[in-house]
Every structure is written in structure tokens, then in C-alpha cells.
């Protein structure tokens, strides 16, 4: 299968079972477009007849020659022979997890009406962890890694802040460990920066390897959702605590995180501000909510934020030029690498390779799947225990949703996210296609940038 459009003067064929990504001129991007569609003379003529003025048949007869060399070579019209080894990649990973999101506070000091935990609490009691029980899912964590040496752990709520003494007595006791139990943990902080200071700012610019922090962008889109218990906007509050928490951080290894909805589908304006108070490591996230939320992302939406994914590759481009790059989250793409054949066909590994912890030690798929108790898979002392449940995320791999197999994008999106299928369809290999269609117009604008600077490079 290869996928072909064209965007910002580039023609672009994506071949999509190698990888193999090709900006051609327009006589190459309609003979790739004809060339299964007959023998070479029928090809050549066709597009001499459409091209007579830009190329003579000479030369589309080597350009079609040349097409059938990177066929040959895989690089073009490749097979996608990987569905009959995507369980079995899977498996060899059964048992053994790599991550943990351990939600060490149900509670928030924000009441941001579009959140899916429910401001915070899961849809269950308020609650924050304990240092024993946090201590207990590192072990948890270590003694069900194998011979994994680097682990992930996110701090996450809620509102992690809530119980920071625990959560830096969780990283002392884990760098305690590192040594004896051949092991490096990578901590994350996920924050809306309410209750940043001094502390938090000096101890995680030592510990976190990331931190990520939540703005919606402008002031008046940020404040209409994210406000405290009393119903004030927190916008003038957190963002300079996040200029000085950024800047002490060397402007590095962070993420303003914002969502955009009904609200705000031009989020372009929310992006081109972050830049402006002096933020470039970006993402921008579509809410995802029930649909008849008034904050839900609407069809009419839709072309709207697809010419917002426009905008911003152009922008990305031209900061390029003007020597002040940034970097938004959806559009990393590595045209030479990326990630491995594994990720691409099996996700971030949710129930199996990583999990979510509650206060109490309770295990989840991940922090979307918290509070709804068919999908709690066991606990922190007893492991796994609902083998039903986790053998659905095992066997959760690209091609077991079925409207995948005809999508070009499936090796990008590796089947997209099992908790958004679940709550858009009722099955974890359902397809939420509504997020499937940004994600597309996303890859489409994300390659179109990596090969302009490719293409470009000085």
C-alpha cells in the first residue's frame, strides 16, 4: 500500500508497509499513482499524455524503470508481512512491565470540567497515596521487570503536588535501590502548577527526566476550563510559575501540554501563544469526552482543525528560517529511524507492559481505565490476577482492530489508543474515528515538515 497527497508544494508518496517516505515532482507522483494499473507502455503513455509538456516518453520510460527498482528493493508497493508476527512480537514481552503511572493523589486543587477523571477522583473517593503503598509498586515494579534496566515512572493525579512529600521520598527510595537491583528509573511529573515553588522546582529539575505541565494556551481559552474550586481562572496563577520552573530547567526535557475542544478548535492562536510567553517544547491534545459534552470536538470542527494542522507545519517551517524552532509533540517524526517494528505494531503497551496504580494499590490498564472495576487486573501485593482482562490488551496490536488494515497511517498510530476505542465503541479494539482523523491529517502535516527540512538541511 502507498499513500500519496500533496501539501505545501511537496508531492509526497508514502510507502507504507517499509516506511520509505519520497518527495517526487508531479510526473513521478502520477506515474507511482498509475504504475500498478497497467503494463510499462500503457503507464508511459498515460502520462505522457498528461505530462507531454514537462517530460518526454523517454524519460517517463526510465522513470517508470526506476519505480520498479525501488519495488524491487522494497521500497515501494512493499508487503506488509507483519500481522503474522504481531502476536508473537507481543508475547515475548508477557509478564514482564516496564512502567507504572501511579496516581498519588485523587484529588485536585482544580475543577477543570472537561477532565476524564472527574476533577480528579476517578469517579471514586478522594484520596491520596501513601508512602508505603508507593513504596510497594517500585518493588512491584522491580521485581516484575525481568532483565529491563530502565524504568518509567509518572507522578500523576489528580494533582501530584498534592502529596509531593511522598512523591520525593518515592524517588529517594528508588535511587536507594538502583545500584543493588541493576535498575535506572526515569521519573515524570505531570502537573497543572498550582502549587509549584521553590522545592518542587529544584527537586524535579533534579530527579524528573520530563515534566509536563498544563496550560490551554490563551488566557481567556485556558480560564474557561481550568479554574479552581471557587470558579477562578488559574491562567495568571501557574504561568510564572512555569516561565521560572522552565527556565531553571535550561528550557529542556518538558512539555506544555494543552487540550483543545468546541472552545477552541483554532488552537493554533493557543500554540502561537505559549511560543510568545516563551515555550517551545509543545502539545496540544483533542479533547476526548462524551459526545454530547459541550466541550466535544464537533464535525463541523473538523476542517477547522485539520487547516489549524496546516497552519501550524507552515509555522513550524518558517520559525525554522528564522533561526527559533520549536517542538510540537505530534509532529516528531524521524524519517531515517523511529520507532522500532514492535512499537509500531503494538502500541505503549497498556495492561500489560505498563500500568496504572491508585492510592489504595490497586493496578489498572492505564490512568484512563481507573474507576471502572472490570478493568482492575489485580493488585500491587498479589500482581495480576484478572488474566481475563489482561489478556484483551495482550492480543490489543494494530491489526486487531479491523478498520486498521486499510489505513496507511497504522504503522504510525500502531491502532491508536485502547482506552479511546473503549469509550468511543465499547471494545478496546474498536476505532475511534473521529481521533483517527486528526490523527491522519497529524502524520500527514508531520512528514511533509520532516522531509521540508530534510530536503533543506545546511
Known sequence: MIHQYQQNGYNIVLDVASGSVHAVDIVAYDLIAAYLGGDKQKVVDEIYAKHADQATKEEIADLYDEVTALKEAGKLFAEDNYERIAGTLKARTSGVVKALCLHVAHTCNLNCSYCFASQGRYHGERAVMSYEVGKRALDFLVENSGSRHNLEVDFF??????????????????????????????????????????????????????????????????????????????????????????????????????????????????????????????????????????????????????????????????????GKPFTFYHYMIDLTGGPCIYKRISGCGSGTEYMAVTPWGDLYPCHQFVGDDKFKLGDIWQGVVNKEVQDQFAQVNVYAHPECRDCWARLYCSGGCAANAYHATGKVTGTYQYGCDLFRKRMECAIMVAVHRELNKQ
Open 157 to 322: 493525579g489528580g494533582e501530584p503536588l498534592l502529596n509531593w512529600d511522598v512523591v520525593k521520598r518515592l524517588v529517594e527510595y528508588a535511587r536507594s535501590i538502583e545500584k543493588a537491583k541493576g535498575k535506572r528509573f526515569r521519573f515524570t511529573l505531570t502537573t497543572n502548577g498550582v502549587a509549584i515553588d521553590d522545592d518542587v522546582i529544584e527537586f524535579s529539575n533534579r530527579e524528573m527526566s520530563n515534566v509536563v505541565l498544563s496550560l490551554d494556551g490563551r488566557k481567556e481559552v485556558h480560564d474557561r476550563y481550568r479554574v479552581d474550586l471557587a470558579g477562578k481562572g488559574s491562567w495568571d496563577k501557574i504561568v510564572p510559575k512555569f516561565q521560572r520552573f522552565v527556565k531553571l530547567r535550561g528550557g529542556k526535557n518538558y512539555y506544555m501540554r494543552g487540550t483543545f475542544t468546541h472552545a477552541n478548535p483554532d488552537f493554533l492562536e493557543d500554540i502561537k501563544t505559549m511560543l510568545d510567553l516563551g515555550f517551545d517544547q509543545l502539545s496540544m491534545e483533542p479533547v476526548v469526552c462524551d459526545p454530547h459534552d459541550p466541550s466535544a470536538l464537533t464535525e463541523e470542527d473538523k476542517a477547522v482543525v485539520y487547516q489549524q494542522y496546516e497552519e501550524l507545519a507552515n509555522l513550524m517551517i518558517q520559525r525554522d528560517r528564522e
